[in-house]
């Protein structure tokens, strides 16, 4: 019955999370003493607002939480969105956070002879072989997916494969292993998801944190 | 023992149901079958497979992908397992029943197959019940199957019930009257899905602020109302809006402590309707219960249709305490049975002497024993 009262609010670990604390607080959302502590074993935290309680996770496992209906609401970066593809999940609000770019890169040595109209079948290692795949497809390039969940940079110099698609923030990374990027597969940034059951059967409650998320991303980009 | 198990592995997404859930369902079926029938709905019963053609066609296309064939060795025909039962329904309306009078209330439960499960309902072997209204066009018919569907699912326990109305013909036709191009307009729809704000930037300001007023207006009905009657909707959309005004009204009228939302912008898994069409969810229960709407029949006739999915409503209703069981040691006559049973006990009947029947009956499952002519509880 538990779960029919609180709300559960999906936050991701890593990277994003040192960026969506400070949204969480300006929309008054303040989590217990032990959520800052890194080694804590506790994954499920209360917070200053009763009846909402934020969960930790890994930040790809947002989204599979959210279209479950397992928390409400949640921080998901919009690639992880694209990968993932589920209706159940809404993402009303772009926060503006997490800010990098999703890209098909390749060893530099490659790119003079190679021209991208000419593929029809390549291998890729990707952190997202869904969206990879039917990106390609669309393209009419059958991709071969290798997934990969870190260290994409080392695939082509160790000979796995020639080409990658991975995030991308400044560049440097992919430059210190001599790739270059050959095309921009999507803009990518951090959104506000809610699960379609929970925004239609309590419209009030998560309608007003959708509200609450909204104004605090106005007034940070004024 | 190892091969012996390896050999009730099911495929995916089909399982062996047991009690009490399977004898749940059931019930639950009954009862839902039965509310539709106190409203005059009539059960039908089609053929779990029929000519591919037929199956998939009218309404039926959107199913094409998830439709299981096999070849009809007798006809030479392809066959398709039905994916989903209205689509039988609008066939056996429009032949067989075309004289019957109209409005035609029919109902229907069975199971479905489909070639996938989703993410939510990795399923692939369901039941659908649901009932269908058709001949009949206006707020009046689609209030009237939006309440059935309600008190039916009340009926069967699911608490915290909520039913969410969305238009989706309103995109599309304010796409149409804006002159939209076809990217533009497929752009848009995605957006909207998604309720995805951020992917309407690349629109002009007037259509941006059109489209973002669309989603604004998704929620609670009474605000959402006010919200699409404050939008610049063009003239073509405008009469959509109030018929919305209309069936709220009705259904209000009906069911006033309904809890109902409005999602103007959502058409994703209608493409087949051609009006208002609704979601049924219950709080704290994934995914929707159920849904239906108005479309048209292949012969032009207009109908509006409600279906549940059984798994999911499943998962949203409280199971009844499970019925006590009597245990009948050997010899009880069969007078003697039929009694217990005429006074509504479940018997379970002892096939050979035991020394212990209490022992005997507390193995078998039983709640209570009869001894010296009395049903005693088991501790």
């Known amino acids: ?222 | 023992m190892t091969a012996h198990a390896e050999k009730t592995l099911l495929p995916a997404g089909l399982e062996d149901a047991l009690p009490p859930r399977a004898e749940l369902e059931a019930t639950v079926i009954e009862r839902l079958i039965a509310s539709f029938g106190k409203h005059g709905y009539r059960r039908v019963k089609p053929p779990l497979i029929e000519f591919e053609e037929s199956l998939l066609s009218g309404p039926g296309r959107t199913l094409a992908e998830q439709t299981f064939r096999l070849m009809d060795p007798q006809s030479h025909r392809m066959l398709g397992v039905r994916p989903d039962i209205t689509v039988q329904i609008a066939r056996i309306a429009s032949s067989r029943l075309r004289s019957e009078p109209r409005p035609l209330r029919l109902s229907y439960a069975g199971q479905v197959l489909r070639v996938r499960g989703g993410q939510l309902r990795p399923e692939r072997q369901f039941a659908q019940a649901g009932f269908e209204l058709i001949g009949a066009t206006g707020v009046t018919a689609d209030a009237e199957v939006l309440v059935v569907a309600a008190e039916a699912l009340a009926g069967v326990a699911v608490e915290h019930l909520s039913v969410d109305i969305t238009m989706p013909m309103l995109v599309p036709q304010l796409c149409r009257d804006l002159g939209l191009p076809q990217d533009v307009n497929a752009t848009v729809r995605t957006a909207l899905d998604r309720k995805d704000a951020g992917a309407l930037v690349t629109l002009g300001e007037g259509h941006r602020r059109l489209f973002q007023g669309l989603l604004a207006a998704a929620g609670p009905a009474d605000e959402a109302l006010a919200t699409l009657r404050r939008l610049a909707l063009p003239v073509g959309a405008r009469p959509m809006v109030e018929e919305l005004a209309a069936l709220l009204a009705a259904v209000r009228q009906a069911l006033p402590d309904l809890v109902l939302t409005v999602d103007p912008g959502e058409s994703r898994g209608f493409e087949y309707h051609t009006g208002v069409s609704f979601t049924v969810f219950a709080r704290g229960v994934r995914g929707e219960l159920g849904r239906g709407g108005r479309y048209e029949l292949e012969s032009g006739e207009s109908a509006t249709g409600f279906t549940v999915y059984l798994d999911s409503l499943m998962r949203a209703v409280t199971p009844p305490p499970s019925a006590p069981r009597l245990f009948l040691p050997f010899g009880t006559s069969a007078a003697e049975a039929r009694r217990w049973r005429q006074e509504g006990w479940q018997t379970v009947a002892a096939l050979q002497s035991s020394p212990d029947a209490a022992a005997e009956a507390r193995r078998l499952g039983c709640t209570h024993i009869v001894s010296l002519g009395k049903a005693q509880a088991l501790a």
């Not at chain 1, 021209?115 to 079948?121: G, I, K, L, R, Y």
């Not at chain 1, 290692?125 to 997934?147: D, M, N, Q, S």
């Open chain 1, 1 to 222: 019955m538990d779960r029919q009262q609180t709300i559960v609010f999906a936050v991701p670990k890593g990277r994003i999370l040192g960026q969506a604390l400070p949204l969480l607080a300006a929309a008054g959302i303040v989590p217990e003493a032990a959520f800052g502590d890194e080694d804590a074993r506790q994954l499920r935290f209360s917070t200053n607002v009763h009846g909402l309680d934020l969960v930790r996770v890994r930040s790809f496992d947002v989204v599979t939480f959210v279209a479950f209906g397992a928390a409400d609401l949640g921080i998901a970066g919009s690639d992880d969105l694209l990968e993932f593809e589920s209706p159940e999940v809404y993402a009303p609000l772009d926060l503006g956070i997490g800010r990098c770019r999703l890209v098909v890169a390749e060893p530099a040595a490659m790119l003079s002879e190679d021209d991208p109209a000419h593929w029809s079948h390549i291998r890729v290692a990707t952190k997202y072989p869904e969206l990879t795949r039917r990106y390609f497809a669309a393209r009419g390039v059958h991709a071969e997916c290798i997934k990969l969940n870190g260290a994409l940079e080392l695939a082509p110099s160790l000979g796995l494969c020639r080409r990658i698609v991975d995030l991308v923030e400044t560049g440097a990374t992919l430059k210190a292993n001599g790739l270059v990027e050959v095309e921009t597969i999507a803009e990518v940034s951090s959104r506000l998801v809610v699960n379609r059951a929970a925004l239609k059967t309590r419209p009030d409650e998560i309608g007003r944190w959708i509200k609450r998320f909204a104004e605090v991303v106005g007034r940070g980009s004024a």
